[in-house]
C-alpha cells in the first residue's frame, strides 16, 4: 500500500513515516516507479511506534526494541 493510505491507517503523517523509514525502524519495498510499497507488517510497526512516543519512548530505544523482535 501507498503511503497516502499508511497515513490513513495509522493516523501518523507522512513526514513522520518518512522519519521512521530514514531511522530504519521501518523499511518499505519500492515499486519500479520509486514510490513507497509498505506490507501490513509496516503498518504493524508504525502502529507500534505511534503507542510508543506517546509514551515518551525515545527514538534509539524503540530502535533497539525493534531490532530485538526482528533479530
Known sequence: M?????E???EVKEANIKFYEREGL???RRNEN????F?????KIINR?????ML?????EIKNSLMEMFS
Open 2 to 6: 501507498r503511503t497516502g493510505e499508511v
Open 34 to 37: 520509486g514510490y513507497r510499497d
Open 8 to 10: 490513513k491507517l495509522t
Open 56 to 60: 515518551d519512548v525515545p527514538i534509539p
Open 26 to 28: 521501518i523499511k518499505p
Open 39 to 43: 506490507s501490513d507488517e509496516d503498518v
Open 49 to 53: 511506534i505511534k503507542t510508543l512516543r
